[in-house]
């Protein structure tokens, strides 16, 4: 009578055991299912390739900081005196490389855009498409634009390479009226995001970067903003566009193509590499207030990257001039 009992209890540990096998199975077998629909859309699929690896994940970046608490020297190098803030990092050895001003209350210009990207990728699905409203394209026609008109119609993702690589102000809006549903609400998100990552001396008042005397930032929240945007291969990805079309559909119903190219001069083409030195892509800035402004990610010929900062050159030529000898100089004599 025990044995029988013995037995009939392990019969029923094993059908216990074997049905809960046949749930994870299921389990397994609908997650297999979701990833295979998801991955129908190229966007998509693509966005949960690389979206583990991502700091948006709220992982610890702390560890992948250079940290300075002071400017830094680099050996008998300097800049030209009329630039106001510079900084250039090696990501490997997480390091100062040179810094002045780094921490410098400026006016951020367009690279304001890249805590805009930054929230694009953390909070939006760029497979939606995004209506452009009146207010997104009610600049002066003097600044960058993306060529929209309102009642366009185009996916997050066009938005978000335009905005990027071309600087458009009307892609900026666009996107954060998509995410947050007004701008100002938007804003309020980036300040938020902003001190979350350790970019405390920074102050945002639009999502786009024109001139406000209390949009605010330092060169060391700058780097700090570009070093959590390339731990997502997406941004990576979208800096090193040498263009991108975007398909428009106007309120009509009719598709035109509007192609974004790169503003940054290395990778336009404009300019050629330092020596020894990749510039893989970034993003500028400019106004008349914060002066040329280039943030770059850079790679040497043994793939070490390096993360390179030039704020308030009093022109784009003095800029890329004095980008290109603390590449050379700094990169080349490590």
């Known amino acids: ?126 497979e939606d498409m995004v209506t452009v409203s009146e207010r997104a394209v009610a600049f002066d026609w003097t600044v960058q634009l993306g060529g929209f008109q309102a009642g366009d119609t185009v996916s997050l993702f066009d938005l978000l390479c335009g905005m990027i690589l071309h600087s458009g102000n009307d892609n900026s809006v666009a996107i954060a009226e998509h995410i947050a549903g007004s701008e100002e609400a938007f804003v309020q998100l980036m300040n938020e995001e902003a001190k979350r990552i350790g970019a405390t001396r920074t102050t945002f008042v639009n999502s786009h970067g024109l001139h406000d005397a209390n949009q605010v930032t330092t060169a060391y929240d700058l780097y700090l903003i570009f070093n959590v945007l390339l731990q997502d291969q997406r941004f990576v990805d979208i800096i090193q566009m040498p263009y991108h079309t975007a398909q428009v559909t106007d309120v009509h119903g009719n598709v035109r193509p509007i192609t974004s190219f790169p503003t940054n001069w290395y990778t336009g083409g404009l300019i050629g590499n330092p020596y020894n030195v990749s510039v893989l892509g970034g993003k500028t800035g400019t106004t008349d207030q914060a002066g040329a402004c280039v943030i770059l990610l850079n790679r040497d010929i043994n793939n070490r990257s390096f993360i390179s900062i030039i704020m308030g050159a009093p022109s784009r030529d003095v800029l890329y001039e004095n980008m290109t000898n603390m590449l050379h100089y700094g990169i080349n004599n490590r």
């Open 1 to 126: 009578m025990r044995y029988i009992n013995k037995k009939k209890k392990q019969n029923r540990i094993l059908l216990i055991f074997m049905m809960m096998v046949v749930i994870a199975m299921m389990v397994v077998s609908c997650q297999s299912v979701d990833h295979r629909t998801i991955a129908a859309d190229n966007i998509r699929a693509y966005e949960l390739q690389h979206f583990n690896r991502s700091l948006m994940r709220q992982t610890m970046f702390a560890a992948n900081l250079a940290v300075t608490t002071t400017d830094v020297g680099m050996g008998d190098f300097t800049l030209s005196p009329d630039i106001y803030a510079a900084l250039l990092v090696d990501v490997n050895n997480r390091s100062v490389l040179y810094g002045k001003n780094l921490f410098a209350s400026l006016y951020p210009a367009s690279t304001t855009k890249l805590m805009t990207a930054y929230l694009t990728f953390r909070y939006g699905n760029l």
